[in-house]
């Protein structure tokens, strides 16, 4: 019975140099381990922390064009949004639309019943009607008095007629003493005193003419004047009818049907949707920055238009000022009254320069720091930061470009000087 192999096994010698070899690969191997260990430690040699390196977000420093923008919200309006006022004291409204309502430019939308207009218009007619009047008889009057005039003046004219032709009977027989001198003297003084008559009565004629002329302009200036005040008493009433100045729809209603109300209140307002606008809320800080005309880009229902900046308030509300812009060309399609939107706004380019990437290196410590990658280690570097954009910022000091930069996720470096970076 055969129990096992053993008694067939033979103990082989090893070949000479065999046992050499392999205490050299044993020492080769341990030589690299070594290296790598060296090259590792090397690397950590002096860093505080360790970070792996898909947690960190590096860029290049890179030299180009520096577009300064400002990223804003804001929302669609109406450029034209008129509010319709009342214009009469103490009148009954009837309105004649409802909120939402299309309206044509000259729909009737209310009515305002005021009886201190309407009857301050009926006297100025009265009045209008009176004057009228009082110049058609002047009229009468002057052509009345300017034949007067003129028969006074013919009159005269034919006294002096009659004196000069006696006393050229007179004088024909002068000679011959048929005539008396005293009578002859008579003639002459007679003649004389017909001829001042007449010269009276013509220029009186005249003076006469003139006064009623100046009469009758004075009253028809009067009748001008009293048209102007009836013109005006009847704009009035005819404001009692409120028109649509402009096509759109009703936005919003300020007052109840059959409600009293005082002059300049608020009645309606109207919105025209074919010329919208985009009302911006710019934060303060880049209120300095701003200019009519600015181009702006406006991102809507997924789409990016373009318009310029062409109205900036005056005054701040919660840190904020209120600017508008106008879109370039045609409008987009789709667009809805106090729809939202985001805009940004090209303050200022500036080309050549040194930039990054924005990212939140910018805002720790001031800008004042940044990370700059070496040999696999994060080093805390100072730099001077310029001007800033949504996407990207300018470097003017502390880094030259192609370096690379921890731009992102420098926030559990804990302001180390230096960092390793694990891949």
Same mark, same amino acid.
Request: hydrophobic content about 45%; cysteine-free.
């Given at each position: 019975m055969i129990r096992d192999t053993s008694h067939q096994d033979t103990v082989i010698a090893a070949p000479a140099g065999h046992q050499w070899r392999r205490r050299a690969m044993l020492a080769g191997g341990a030589l690299l381990v070594a290296a790598a260990?060296?090259?590792?430690?090397?690397?950590?040699? @002096?860093?505080?922390?360790?970070?792996? &390196? *898909?947690? %960190?977000?590096? &860029?290049? !420093?890179?030299? @180009?064009?520096?577009?300064?923008?400002?990223? !804003?919200?804001?929302?669609?309006? *109406?450029?034209?949004?008129?509010?319709l006022y009342s214009t009469a004291p103490s009148s009954t409204v009837t309105l004649k639309a409802r909120a939402g309502d299309t309206v044509r430019q000259g729909d009737v939308l209310a009515v305002l019943d005021s009886p201190d207009l309407t009857d301050e218009l009926k006297k100025e007619q009265s +009045?209008?009607?009176?004057?009228?009047?009082? !110049?058609?008889?002047?009229?009468?009057?002057?052509? =009345?008095? =300017?034949?007067? &005039?003129?028969? /006074?003046? /013919?009159?005269?004219?034919?006294?002096?007629? +009659?004196?000069?032709?006696?006393?050229?009977?007179? /004088?024909?027989?002068?000679?011959?003493?048929?005539? &008396?001198?005293?009578?002859?003297?008579? *003639? =002459?003084?007679? %003649?004389?005193?017909?001829?001042?008559? *007449?010269?009276?009565?013509?220029?009186?004629s005249h003076l006469e003419r003139d006064d009623v002329e100046l009469a009758l302009k004075t009253k028809k200036a009067q009748l001008e004047r009293q048209k102007l005040t009836l013109a005006n008493a009847q704009r009035r009433v005819d404001e009692l009818t409120v028109r649509a100045p402009v096509n759109g729809f009703?936005?919003?209603?300020?007052?109840? $049907?059959?409600?009293?109300?005082?002059?300049?209140?608020?009645?309606?307002?109207?919105?025209?949707?074919?010329?919208?606008?985009?009302?911006?809320?710019?934060?303060?800080?880049? !209120? $300095? /920055?701003?200019?009519? @005309?600015?181009?702006?880009?406006?991102?809507? $229902?997924?789409?990016?238009?373009?318009?310029?900046? #062409?109205? %900036? #308030?005056?005054?701040v509300v919660k840190n904020q000022v209120l600017a508008r812009v106008r879109f370039d060309g045609q409008q987009p399609a789709g667009l809805r009254q106090s729809q939202r939107v985001?805009?940004?706004?090209?303050?200022?380019?500036?080309?050549?320069? %040194?930039?990054?990437?924005? @990212?939140?290196?910018?805002?720790s410590e001031g800008g004042r720091f940044a990370y700059l990658v070496q040999d696999g280690v994060a080093v805390r570097t100072p730099v001077r930061i310029g001007a800033t954009s949504v996407n990207a910022v300018e470097i003017v000091s502390g880094l030259k470009q192609g370096d690379k930069v921890v731009v992102a996720g420098t926030e559990t470096f804990e302001n180390a000087k230096r960092v390793s970076i694990n891949r």
């Open positions: 260990f060296a090259a590792v430690f090397g690397s950590w040699r @002096g860093s505080e922390h360790a970070v792996s &390196a *898909a947690r %960190l977000r590096i &860029a290049e !420093v890179t030299r @180009g064009t520096l577009i300064r923008d400002a990223a !804003v919200n804001g929302r669609i309006v *109406a450029a034209v949004s008129p509010t +009045s209008y009607q009176e004057l009228a009047a009082e !110049v058609a008889r002047q009229e009468i009057l002057a052509r =009345k008095q =300017k034949l007067l &005039a003129q028969r /006074d003046a /013919d009159t005269a004219e034919i006294d002096r007629l +009659s004196a000069q032709r006696t006393l050229e009977r007179y /004088d024909s027989v002068a000679n011959e003493g048929v005539v &008396a001198k005293i009578d002859y003297q008579k *003639a =002459k003084d007679a %003649l004389k005193a017909a001829e001042i008559r *007449a010269r009276h009565a013509g220029q009186a009703i936005g919003t209603l300020n007052v109840a $049907n059959r409600s009293v109300v005082q002059a300049n209140t608020p009645l309606m307002t109207l919105v025209d949707l074919s010329a919208l606008e985009v009302e911006l809320e710019v934060p303060e800080t880049y !209120v $300095n /920055d701003l200019g009519l @005309g600015m181009r702006a880009e406006i991102t809507v $229902n997924g789409a990016t238009t373009t318009g310029k900046l #062409s109205a %900036l #308030s005056p005054e985001q805009a940004r706004l090209l303050i200022d380019e500036k080309a050549n320069v %040194l930039m990054l990437p924005r @990212g939140p290196f910018v805002e």
